[in-house]
C-alpha cells in the first residue's frame, strides 16, 4: 500500500488554496451566453492544434533528413523533443495558472505555440529544434491547463466537452498528417509545409483571446489557489493517473513519432505511409467517443479501459508479424488504442476536490509522464539505428502494452472511483475550517 501524508500535513499542505478562493468562485455566475459560445470556439481551435504539430513533423521525418542532412542523434531527438517539453514546461502550469490564472496560462501557451511552430519554417535543423522547443512548450502548459479550463467552464458537461476536445485534437492531427506531404510537395519544401502549421495555431490565439479577456474582465483581482503537485505523488490517485498516463502516453508518442517513417523504410512510399498514418488517427476520433459513451455508463469504465488497452496490444503484435501491404490492419487497430486519450483526460478532469487541485494532478500526471514517455520516441530511434529494423522496439511496445492493461484494471477499482485520495480529504478539510 503506498504511503498517504497524514490528514492534518495535507490540510497545513492545503491551507493556502482554503485561504484564497479559486478561480472557478471568483468569476461571475451568470455569463452570458456569447461567452459560452466563445469558450465553445475556442476550446474547438485549440483541440485542432494540440496534435497538429506533432503529427506534421512526423509525417515529414525522413524528408526532412534528406534535405537538412542532420544525422542519427538529431533524428532521434527530433521526435523525443514533444514529450520532454511536456515533462519541463509542463510541470510549471500549476503555479503559472496560480499566478495568472487558467486563461491568461492558455493565452500564453498559445502564443508560444504559434511562435514555436512558425519558427520551423525556415529551412535550418538549428530553427527545426528551437522552434520544436519553443512550439512544444506552449503545448506542455496548454495540455496541463485544458482539464482545469474545462472544469471551470462546463463543470456541468465535463464528459461531453473532453469529448468535444480529445476529438478536434485527434482530427486536427489527422486531417495534418494527411495534407502535409501533399502540401510539401506542392510548396517544394518540407520545412515550409511545417511551418505553415503556424498559421492554424495563431487562429487558435485569436479565437481564445476573447475567452482571456472576459476572465480578466469578470474576475475579482486576487492571487489564484495552488495545489503543489508532488506530494500528489504519494497517494494512489496521483501514482495511478501518472502511470496510465505514462503509459498510454509513450504507446502514444512512440508511434505518432515513428509510425509513417517506420512504414516508409518498410517499402512504402511517404504518401502512402501517410495515408496509413492519417488512417490510424482517423480511426481514434469514433474510438474516443465511443469509449467515452462505454466508459459513462454504470460499471463499464473498467471494460473501457479493457478493450481499448487489449486492442492497443493486438495492433502492435499485428504490426510486428503482418506485411507491410497489410499496414492498414495494425493501423486501425492501433488507431481505436489511442481511443484511451479522451478516457483519461475524463479521469483527470474528474479527479480533483477543486480546480487547484484538478490543476495539480494533471501537472503531475503530465509532467512525470511525458517525462518518462520520452524514452519511446527516443528509445525507437535509437534502438532502429541499432539494430537496423523495428523488431525490438515493437516488441518493447507490446509488453509496455500489456502492462497498461494491469494498470487499467488498478486505476478503475473501486478504491480509485469511489474514495477521495487523502490529500483531496485534507483540502476539504481545510475548506471547512
Excluded at 186 to 198: E, F, M, N, Q
Excluded at 305 to 316: D, E, K, P, Q
Excluded at 385 to 391: I, K, L, Q
Aim: net charge positive.
Amino acid at each position: 500500500m503506498p504511503a498517504t501524508p497524514p490528514a492534518s500535513a495535507a490540510a497545513t499542505a492545503h491551507a493556502p488554496t482554503a485561504a484564497r478562493p479559486s478561480p472557478a468562485t471568483l468569476t461571475a455566475p451568470g455569463r452570458p451566453r456569447s461567452a459560452v459560445v466563445s469558450a465553445v470556439i475556442a476550446l474547438v481551435l485549440i483541440g485542432l492544434n494540440l496534435r497538429a504539430g506533432i503529427t506534421g513533423a512526423s509525417a515529414l521525418l525522413h524528408d526532412l533528413q534528406a534535405v537538412l542532412g542532420y544525422g542519427a542523434l538529431v533524428a532521434a531527438i527530433i521526435p523525443s523533443i514533444p514529450t520532454l517539453c511536456f515533462a519541463v514546461a509542463g510541470a510549471a502550469t500549476s503555479w503559472l495558472s496560480g499566478k495568472l490564472g487558467v486563461e491568461k496560462a492558455i493565452l500564453l501557451s498559445l502564443a508560444l505555440l504559434a511562435g514555436g511552430l512558425l519558427l520551423r519554417g525556415i529551412p535550418s535543423t538549428g530553427m527545426l529544434v528551437a522552434g520544436s522547443v519553443v512550439g512544444m512548450s506552449g503545448l506542455a502548459v496548454c495540455n496541463v491547463a485544458m482539464p482545469s479550463f474545462i472544469r471551470e467552464h462546463f463543470a456541468s458537461r465535463t464528459s461531453l466537452m473532453t469529448a468535444v476536445y480529445t476529438v478536434t485534437m485527434t482530427t486536427g492531427g489527422t486531417l495534418t498528417s494527411v495534407a502535409v506531404v501533399p502540401l510539401a510537395q506542392a510548396l517544394g519544401s518540407p520545412s515550409a509545409a511545417i511551418g505553415a502549421v503556424g498559421f492554424a495555431a495563431v487562429a487558435a490565439f485569436a479565437g481564445f483571446l476573447p475567452v482571456a479577456l472576459h476572465a480578466h474582465r469578470n474576475t475579482v483581482k486576487a492571487e489564484a489557489g495552488h495545489v503543489s503537485p508532488w506530494p500528489l505523488l504519494r497517494t494512489r490517485k496521483g501514482q495511478l493517473l501518472t502511470a496510465i498516463f505514462t503509459l498510454q502516453a509513450l504507446l502514444a508518442y512512440a508511434l505518432l513519432s515513428w509510425f509513417p517513417y517506420m512504414l516508409t523504410t518498410m517499402g512504402l512510399s511517404a504518401a502512402d505511409s501517410g495515408l496509413m498514418f492519417g488512417l490510424m488517427q482517423l480511426v481514434s476520433v469514433p474510438a474516443g467517443m465511443v469509449l467515452i459513451a462505454i466508459g459513462a455508463r454504470p460499471g463499464m469504465l473498467r471494460p473501457a479501459f479493457y478493450l481499448v488497452s487489449v486492442t492497443m496490444a493486438v495492433g502492435l503484435a499485428a504490426l510486428l508479424v503482418l506485411p507491410v501491404g497489410l499496414a492498414a490492419i495494425p493501423a486501425v487497430l492501433m488507431g481505436f488504442g489511442l481511443g484511451i486519450f479522451p478516457l483519461v483526460m475524463v479521469m483527470i478532469s474528474r479527479s480533483g476536490s477543486s480546480t487547484a487541485e484538478t490543476t495539480a494532478l494533471s501537472t503531475l500526471a503530465q509532467s512525470s509522464g511525458y517525462l518518462l514517455a520520452t524514452a519511446g520516441p527516443f528509445g525507437m530511434g535509437l534502438l532502429h539505428s541499432a539494430t537496423g529494423g523495428w523488431v525490438l522496439p515493437l516488441v518493447l511496445l507490446l509488453v509496455l502494452a500489456l502492462v497498461q492493461i494491469v494498470v487499467s484494471h488498478l486505476i478503475t477499482g473501486r478504491m480509485m472511483s469511489g474514495r477521495p485520495s487523502t490529500a483531496a480529504a485534507g483540502l476539504n478539510t481545510a475548506e471547512r475550517k
